[in-house]
């Protein structure tokens, strides 16, 4: 059976910034049939649930993991190094876990792919990767952005 690495909240885990996860029943049949490996890299970098809302500055998450743009808060603080180590933590389980592929969550700062917000903190989103979608990426993994969720 062929595994997938699923953003731990879009299979009911409520780990999101907000404390709420985002099921779906769309999420449940683009799996259905595969080994899943549900994961956080948020929680798993260190970051508590809930949280405060980050976005990266600067770059993408590609740029966070060259060192050219941070992941932080709304607050300010910097949270580039828990984004970082919690993309690396789901890097390991998906190896451990035999995925090729990825679904991750739309927009956000670690699982985005191909859009995410822009730093603002007012909703805008910019073409660019979240910090996990790019290491997995960087390292033969498929990754998909969930279905609208």
Same mark, same amino acid.
């Given at each position: 059976?062929?595994?997938i690495?699923?953003s731990?909240?879009?299979r009911?885990?409520?780990?999101?910034?907000?404390?709420?996860?985002? +099921?779906?029943?769309?999420?449940?049949?683009a799996?259905?049939?595969?080994?899943v490996?549900?994961?956080?890299p948020e929680?798993?970098g260190?970051? +508590?649930?809930?949280?405060r809302?980050?976005?990266?500055?600067?770059?993408?998450?590609?740029?966070?993991?060259?060192?050219?743009?941070?992941?932080?808060?709304?607050?300010?603080?910097?949270?580039?190094?828990?984004?970082?180590?919690?993309?690396?933590?789901?890097?390991?389980?998906?190896?451990?876990?035999?995925?090729?592929? +990825?679904l991750?969550?739309?927009?956000?700062?670690?699982c985005?792919?191909?859009?995410?917000?822009?730093?603002?903190?007012?909703?805008?989103?910019?073409?660019?990767?979240?910090v996990?979608?790019?290491?997995?990426?960087?390292?033969?993994?498929?990754?998909?952005? +969930?279905?609208?969720?």
């Amino acid at each position: 059976m062929e595994a997938i690495l699923v953003s731990a909240c879009l299979r009911g885990v409520p780990c999101r910034f907000d404390g709420r996860h985002r +099921a779906s029943r769309g999420v449940e049949e683009a799996v259905a049939g595969r080994a899943v490996v549900s994961f956080c890299p948020e929680v798993a970098g260190g970051l +508590a649930t809930p949280r405060r809302p980050a976005e990266p500055v600067g770059g993408d998450g590609h740029d966070a993991l060259d060192g050219t743009a941070r992941v932080m808060e709304d607050t300010g603080s910097d949270v580039t190094e828990q984004f970082v180590a919690g993309a690396h933590r789901a890097l390991e389980a998906a190896r451990r876990g035999g995925c090729t592929e +990825a679904l991750l969550m739309p927009r956000s700062p670690s699982c985005g792919r191909a859009r995410v917000y822009d730093g603002s903190f007012t909703g805008g989103l910019v073409p660019g990767d979240g910090v996990t979608a790019a290491l997995l990426e960087r390292n033969g993994i498929t990754v998909r952005a +969930a279905p609208t969720v």
